[in-house]
């Protein structure tokens, strides 16, 4: 089963708005990710969030943490028509290994 | 810096062909590799992974075997393609870390 599920399933927004993604998860994590796929591409990484982290930022990006509901959100401001891909987010279990379980992803539409 | 590579980049099969998909990466050493399977307008399904030469662990039974000959190549095979196997077929790498660093992608057509 999927460990992250990503909300909403798609999301269509104008250029210069703000996206908001959500994603929840179910077991104990080290970490969090988020990672951008640009349409038949491969996965790009964004950011990483570890557990003891509440918020991080990262140019336009801005993730939240929230270990006691399992959940993250990815904040994309002052969005841009480049911003239009398929957002993913990935969580490591803390069982010691470097396997990541990915979310289905939401796909993301900026409307010029 | 690091680069990984897959190809080919598109491939159609029919049905009951062999399958031979490769992923190379440059400029480190001694990486995790990873094959992943995503179903159109899906999430990735982990199908194998890899932490040194011939070492390979399967998530999930399947028709796909996968090797690793050398310490940044990895191969993901097939005896007889089902028509299950469509997919967009992605190669990552990470190292000490837990960032994964992906390649183009093999767009798999089985007919």
């Known amino acids: 089963s999927q460990q992250g599920e990503e909300d909403p399933q798609a999301l269509s927004i104008q250029e210069g708005e703000n996206a908001t993604m959500n994603c929840s998860y179910k077991?104990?994590?080290?970490?969090l990710q988020w990672y951008r796929q640009n349409s038949g591409r491969g996965l790009v990484h964004l950011i990483l969030i570890r557990s003891n982290e509440r918020e991080k930022h990262s140019g336009r990006l801005r993730v939240t943490l929230d270990t006691s509901k399992k959940s993250s959100s990815l904040l994309i401001t002052a969005s841009r028509a480049a911003d239009t891909a398929s957002y993913f987010c990935?969580?490591?279990?803390?069982?010691?290994?470097?396997?990541?379980?990915f979310g289905t992803g939401t796909r993301l539409t900026i409307i010029p | 810096s690091q680069t990984i590579h897959q190809w080919p980049a598109t491939l159609v099969q029919p049905v009951g062909s062999p399958l031979s998909l490769e992923c190379t990466v440059e400029?480190?050493?001694?990486?995790?590799l990873y094959w992943y399977r995503q179903a159109a307008g899906r999430g990735l399904q982990l199908l194998f992974y890899s932490i040194g030469i011939g070492q390979i662990s399967s998530e999930v039974p399947q028709n796909l075997s996968a090797s690793r000959p050398q310490d940044r190549q990895f191969i993901l095979s097939s005896k007889k393609l089902l028509l299950s196997d469509s997919g967009f077929y992605l190669c990552?790498?990470?190292?000490?870390?837990?960032?994964?660093?992906f390649g183009p992608g093999t767009r798999l057509l089985v007919l």
């Open positions: 990935a969580t490591e279990s803390n069982f010691g290994n470097e396997k990541l379980t």
């Open positions: 077991t104990s994590i080290n970490n």
């Open positions: 990552a790498w990470s190292r000490l870390t837990w960032t994964q660093y």
């Open positions: 400029g480190t050493s001694n990486p995790n």
